[in-house]
């Protein structure tokens, strides 16, 4: 189906659109801008990469790059046939109209040349399954074949073919359905719904790299929840991330329940999302109690108990990053940091707390304090206003004690004034516990409030420890090392 639309000619304005159409017609070859260009198009979403088809790829590419003139980088991929251009803030990918056949155990398909027809029965939905030509003879001409339009107007995920064979030619496409549902806030239609949970289980066959680039988006859409839900409902999420299901469901004992904690999960992670675009702090919240199901108890008089589950769930996380293949270095610490840490600020809403309890917890978030108080703040899931309120306000106290006690004490990022390798030097020491000993025992004093946070204070105090300890200073103290 052939449609002139006007609000597309709207949107292709501009050199990049001018210049592959001068460019289009000069080779004589038809070309169309397909896939997500399109669909965002109508959706009035901006749209930075920009799919094109044509006859060739990587001849109209070629002659393209040469037209924008230098700020335009070219890379060509022979062995696919295809090319992309890097144009101020824009991508431009180029790729021949292909016909593709998958065999059963793989995700790279044969690829053979076929006709724009062709090519758009191969893409996953309808809404992504549309194309627009770029020539000057019909452009602006909207190719729809598959109904994306009416779909998008039903705000509807539907396979351009038997949903079957989409998703077992490429089962990364289902994790796209409840990615885009999730982004998107499309629904997905009941027989493409259908087959994902049929087909659940050749996710198998897709790399963890390319299931976390969804997982990730599905992390920054609006509400993951919506994401997360889908995949439950399916049967995706058990095989992805068995950890979390495991979160699903209340037990009840002698009359007393607890809490579904995978609900609960899941709504902590929508109330954060409400408050920052962070990915790693999203992801911090949708494992803050994944250490539940390990550490749940029942004991007669207190109930339901989960003990310790902030330091069994931030035990879990490597193990669960390692596998997801997300990154293990510091954003990795900071998630499980955040983990261990999420119970602590509750403790402080108490009248009675003390200083040293305050510092403790400024010491041991570091440049996180501020993250966790959000996470804190999200992790209030009551539906009862009057708890929420008082909860929000034991928050409020807890916020000001921090910023006193920073203000004060300089405690973010604190470093003891006097490290292990001085101790070592100041008295002869070989590495050691009784090195370690010393160290925390000076972190301990100022954290509890015993001297101030300064050298000539920390340098009195390890003097006192040696002397109590029998340990003799080898060097004589000329001045303050570090200054
Ligand atoms: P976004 O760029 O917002 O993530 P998109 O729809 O543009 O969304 P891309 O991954 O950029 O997604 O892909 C561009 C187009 O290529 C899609 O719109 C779709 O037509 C097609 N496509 C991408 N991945 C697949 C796939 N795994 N199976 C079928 N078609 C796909
Ligand atoms: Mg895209």
New binding site residues.
Partial sequence: MELEIPEINGKLKGRIFEIIREQADATGEDAYI???????IFLN?K?K?I?VVTGSGIKLAEKVRKALGREAKLTVFKTFGTAHIDYRDTEI?FVGARKESYSKDSRKPVVETGTIEDD?A????TI??MAVKVNSNGFGTLIDMFGGLADLDRILLKTPLDPDV?FT??P??MM?AV??AS?LGFFIAAETFEAIERNRQRIEIVSAERITEELN?IMLSPRPSVGFELMEQTGLLTIILPELTALKGIETRDGVGHKDNFAHTLKVVDNLSAETGNLYLRWAALFHDIGKPKSKRFDPKLGWTFHSHEYTGMKMLKNIFTRLKLPLGERLKYAENLVLLHMRPVALSDEEVTDSAVRRLLFEAGDSIDDLMLLCEADITSKNPEKIRKFLNNFRTVRIKLKEIEEKDRLRNFQPPIDGLQIMEIFGLPPGPQVGELKIAIKDAILDGVIPNEYDAAYNYLMQLAAEKNIIKTESRTKNPSI
């Fill in positions: 397909v896939g997500g260009f399109v669909r965002d979403r749209s990469d799919d990918e758009l191969r893409r996953d939905f992504n399954a989409t030619d490429d990364l496409r796209r990615r885009f982004q988006k």
